[in-house]
C-alpha cells in the first residue's frame, strides 16, 4: 500500500489572490489605456473620418472597438485585431497616391521673384531668361502678388512645357512652347452682364454712403464724375443728399466676379436732383445725358481734383500765408494728400509744363481761344504731359505737392477767360451736344425703362423701411 502525500504549496494563498489580482489589472490597464503609439494612431484615424467624413467621434470609437460599423465598406485605413489577446491595435496605413512630377502649383509668397519660383520648381536661370525675352507680354509674368498661383508643366526631360496664372477670375495668362520658342497667351473669360440696383443717403461722406450701398470704389468714382459737371464734390456735399445706382453686374457660373458700366443714375444734391442715363449713339461713342437727351457733359468740369477740401478761396485781398503781405489770390486751392492726381479741367492743349516761380512745377492749358487754366505746386508731370501735348477732358495731367512758395501739399488752380482771372466756382460754361434728333426715339426707348426701374426700386425700400 503505497501511502500518498500533498505537497504543500510553496507561496501562501493569500500571496496567490494578491497576485492574481494584479494581473487582473495588468490586464485590465493594457485594455483601457493602450500604448502610446496605438493612442496616436487612433488619433490619426479619428481626425480623419471627422475630416473626410463628418462622422461624430462616438462613431470612430466603435469602428475601433470591433463593432458592426467596423465590417461595413469604408475609405478609410480598416482596424484589425489579430487575436483576442493582442494589446496592440494594427493600422492599414493608405497608399501614397502616385504624383506627376511633370507638374506643379506653386502659390506666391512674400519675397518670391519668378527667378525664385522657377529654382523651386527645379528649372535653371536661363529658362526665366528664354521665357521673358520670348514676347514682351511675357513680363506680366514678373507681376507677381502674394497668393497668386502658378502651374508649371514640364516636360520629359524637365524642361518648361507650358505656364499658367489666373490673374482674376476673368483673366489668366498662359505661356506654351512651340517648335518656334515660347508663345505668351492672355485668356479672357465672357461674363455674363446683369444690372443691379444701390441706393444710399450721405450723412458723413459720399465714399462711406456708397460703401454702405454696396458700391464699390470704381463706380463710386464714376458716380462722381457724371455729376461732376453740376456737382463739386469739394464743397456742394450736404447731409442729406442721396443717390440712386443702376450699374452693370458681371458674373461667372452665378458668381459675381465683378462691375460694369453706371447705366443710369440720380444724385439729389440740396433739394436738387440730378438724373443721368449712359447712351451708345449709332457711331458707337457712348456718354452720359439727361432724362430729356440733353449731354451732361460740359466744356469744364467744376473741380480737378477728386474730393478735396478747398483750403482758399478766389481773393483780391487775401494775406499770403509765407510771404505775409496782402496779394491777390487769383484761384482757389484744393488741399489733398500728397500724390493725389489732378485732371485737365477740359479739353485743349498744353502750353507750359514746367516750374515756374513760385508756383512750382505748373501746367498750362490753353482750351480753344478764350479759356486758359493753370495747375500749380505739383509733385510731378504724369507720363505725356509736355509742352504742346493735347489732353481730353478728365486726362490725369500731374499730382498733388508742395513745389514752389506752398505751406502744404495742395493745387493752386486758376482759371482765365480772354486773359483774365476770373472765379473758377462761379464759372458756367455751355453744355455739349445734345443727342442728335435722328438717335431722339431710340435714346427714349432705352432710358424709360432703366428711370421706371429706379422709381419702382425706390418705392419698395421705402416700403421696407416703414414697415
Same mark, same amino acid.
Given at each position: 500500500?503505497?501511502?500518498?502525500?500533498?505537497?504543500?504549496?510553496?507561496?501562501?494563498?493569500?500571496?496567490?489572490?494578491?497576485?492574481?489580482? =494584479?494581473?487582473?489589472?495588468?490586464?485590465?490597464?493594457?485594455?483601457?489605456?493602450?500604448?502610446?503609439?496605438?493612442?496616436?494612431? *487612433?488619433?490619426?484615424?479619428?481626425?480623419?473620418?471627422?475630416?473626410?467624413?463628418?462622422? #461624430?467621434?462616438?462613431?470612430?470609437?466603435?469602428? *475601433?472597438?470591433?463593432?458592426?460599423?467596423?465590417?461595413?465598406?469604408?475609405?478609410?485605413?480598416?482596424?484589425?485585431? #489579430? +487575436?483576442?489577446?493582442?494589446?496592440?491595435?494594427?493600422? $492599414?496605413?493608405?497608399?501614397?497616391?502616385?504624383?506627376?512630377?511633370?507638374?506643379?502649383?506653386?502659390?506666391?509668397?512674400?519675397?518670391? $521673384?519668378?527667378?525664385? %519660383?522657377?529654382?523651386? =520648381?527645379?528649372?535653371?536661370?536661363?529658362?526665366?531668361? +528664354?521665357?521673358?525675352?520670348?514676347?514682351?507680354?511675357?513680363?506680366?509674368?514678373?507681376?507677381? @502678388?502674394?497668393?497668386?498661383?502658378?502651374?508649371?508643366?514640364?516636360?520629359?526631360?524637365?524642361?518648361?512645357?507650358?505656364?499658367?496664372?489666373?490673374?482674376?477670375?476673368?483673366?489668366? %495668362?498662359?505661356?506654351?512652347?512651340?517648335? *518656334?520658342?515660347?508663345?505668351?497667351?492672355?485668356?479672357?473669360?465672357?461674363?455674363?452682364?446683369?444690372?443691379?440696383?444701390?441706393?444710399? @443717403?450721405?450723412?458723413?461722406?459720399?465714399?462711406?454712403?456708397?460703401?454702405?450701398?454696396?458700391?464699390?470704389?470704381?463706380?463710386?468714382?464714376?458716380?462722381?464724375?457724371?455729376?461732376?459737371?453740376? %456737382?463739386?464734390?469739394?464743397?456742394?456735399?450736404?447731409?442729406?443728399?442721396?443717390?440712386?445706382?443702376?450699374?452693370?453686374?458681371?458674373?461667372?457660373?452665378?458668381?459675381?466676379?465683378?462691375?460694369?458700366?453706371?447705366?443710369?443714375?440720380?444724385?439729389?444734391?440740396?433739394?436738387?436732383?440730378?438724373?443721368?442715363?449712359?447712351?451708345?449713339?449709332?457711331?458707337?461713342?457712348?456718354?452720359?445725358?439727361?432724362?430729356?437727351?440733353?449731354?451732361?457733359?460740359?466744356?469744364?468740369?467744376?473741380? #480737378?481734383?477728386?474730393?478735396? @477740401?478747398?483750403?482758399? !478761396?478766389?481773393?483780391?485781398? @487775401?494775406?499770403?500765408?509765407?510771404?505775409?503781405?496782402? !496779394?491777390?489770390?487769383?484761384?482757389? +486751392?484744393?488741399?489733398? #494728400?500728397?500724390?493725389?492726381? %489732378?485732371? &485737365?479741367?477740359?479739353?485743349?492743349?498744353?502750353?507750359?509744363?514746367?516750374?515756374?516761380?513760385?508756383?512750382?512745377?505748373?501746367?498750362?492749358?490753353?482750351?480753344?481761344?478764350?479759356?486758359?487754366?493753370?495747375?500749380?505746386?505739383?509733385?510731378?508731370?504724369? *507720363?505725356?504731359?509736355?509742352?504742346?501735348?493735347?489732353?481730353?477732358?478728365?486726362?490725369?495731367?500731374?499730382?498733388?505737392?508742395?513745389?514752389?512758395?506752398? $505751406?502744404?501739399?495742395?493745387?493752386?488752380?486758376?482759371?482765365?477767360?480772354?486773359?483774365?482771372?476770373?472765379?473758377?466756382?462761379?464759372?458756367?460754361?455751355?453744355? &455739349? +451736344?445734345?443727342?442728335?434728333?435722328?438717335?431722339?426715339?431710340?435714346?427714349?426707348?432705352?432710358?424709360?425703362?432703366?428711370?421706371?426701374?429706379?422709381?419702382?426700386? !425706390?418705392?419698395?425700400?421705402?416700403?421696407?423701411?416703414?414697415?
Amino acid at each position: 500500500m503505497t501511502n500518498s502525500k500533498t505537497t504543500a504549496p510553496l507561496y501562501p494563498k493569500s500571496h496567490i489572490l494578491a497576485a492574481s489580482g =494584479v494581473a487582473a489589472l495588468l490586464s485590465l490597464a493594457l485594455l483601457v489605456f493602450p500604448s502610446r503609439e496605438v493612442e496616436a494612431r *487612433k488619433t490619426f484615424i479619428d481626425l480623419g473620418l471627422e475630416q473626410q467624413d463628418e462622422k #461624430p467621434q462616438s462613431q470612430a470609437v466603435e469602428a *475601433k472597438a470591433g463593432s458592426d460599423l467596423a465590417k461595413a465598406e469604408s475609405p478609410f485605413p480598416s482596424i484589425s485585431a #489579430p +487575436d483576442s489577446t493582442a494589446t496592440d491595435i494594427a493600422v $492599414t496605413e493608405p497608399a501614397d497616391e502616385p504624383q506627376d512630377k511633370r507638374e506643379h502649383t506653386i502659390t506666391v509668397a512674400n519675397g518670391d $521673384t519668378l527667378s525664385t %519660383i522657377f529654382t523651386k =520648381v527645379g528649372l535653371p536661370s536661363s529658362t526665366v531668361h +528664354d521665357v521673358l525675352a520670348s514676347q514682351k507680354e511675357a513680363k506680366q509674368f514678373t507681376r507677381l @502678388r502674394v497668393g497668386q498661383t502658378l502651374e508649371f508643366k514640364l516636360a520629359e526631360d524637365g524642361s518648361l512645357e507650358s505656364l499658367h496664372s489666373s490673374l482674376s477670375k476673368l483673366e489668366s %495668362i498662359r505661356l506654351e512652347r512651340t517648335s *518656334k520658342g515660347y508663345v505668351f497667351k492672355k485668356e479672357q473669360i465672357k461674363p455674363q452682364i446683369d444690372s443691379g440696383y444701390a441706393a444710399g @443717403r450721405i450723412e458723413s461722406s459720399l465714399f462711406l454712403a456708397a460703401k454702405q450701398a454696396g458700391l464699390s470704389h470704381n463706380l463710386t468714382m464714376d458716380l462722381a464724375n457724371i455729376f461732376g459737371y453740376d %456737382i463739386d464734390f469739394a464743397m456742394d456735399i450736404r447731409t442729406g443728399d442721396s443717390f440712386e445706382v443702376i450699374y452693370e453686374e458681371k458674373t461667372v457660373d452665378g458668381e459675381r466676379v465683378g462691375t460694369g458700366n453706371i447705366l443710369a443714375a440720380r444724385f439729389t444734391n440740396r433739394g436738387k436732383t440730378h438724373t443721368a442715363v449712359r447712351y451708345t449713339n449709332a457711331q458707337g461713342v457712348s456718354s452720359y445725358y439727361t432724362a430729356d437727351g440733353d449731354s451732361m457733359r460740359k466744356a469744364f468740369i467744376r473741380t #480737378p481734383v477728386d474730393f478735396a @477740401r478747398i483750403s482758399s !478761396r478766389f481773393s483780391n485781398g @487775401r494775406k499770403h500765408p509765407i510771404l505775409n503781405k496782402i !496779394r491777390a489770390h487769383k484761384g482757389v +486751392d484744393y488741399a489733398a #494728400p500728397r500724390g493725389t492726381p %489732378i485732371k &485737365a479741367a477740359g479739353d485743349g492743349k498744353v502750353v507750359l509744363a514746367g516750374r515756374s516761380g513760385g508756383y512750382g512745377n505748373t501746367v498750362v492749358i490753353q482750351h480753344g481761344q478764350r479759356y486758359r487754366t493753370l495747375y500749380a505746386h505739383m509733385q510731378g508731370f504724369a *507720363k505725356g504731359i509736355r509742352n504742346g501735348s493735347t489732353v481730353k477732358q478728365g486726362q490725369i495731367i500731374g499730382y498733388i505737392g508742395t513745389t514752389g512758395l506752398s $505751406t502744404g501739399p495742395h493745387l493752386h488752380y486758376e482759371f482765365q477767360v480772354n486773359g483774365v482771372h476770373v472765379d473758377p466756382l462761379s464759372i458756367k460754361t455751355a453744355m &455739349a +451736344d445734345p443727342i442728335a434728333k435722328s438717335e431722339k426715339q431710340r435714346f427714349l426707348l432705352q432710358s424709360k425703362p432703366l428711370l421706371a426701374r429706379m422709381d419702382k426700386e !425706390r418705392s419698395t425700400m421705402l416700403a421696407l423701411n416703414k414697415q
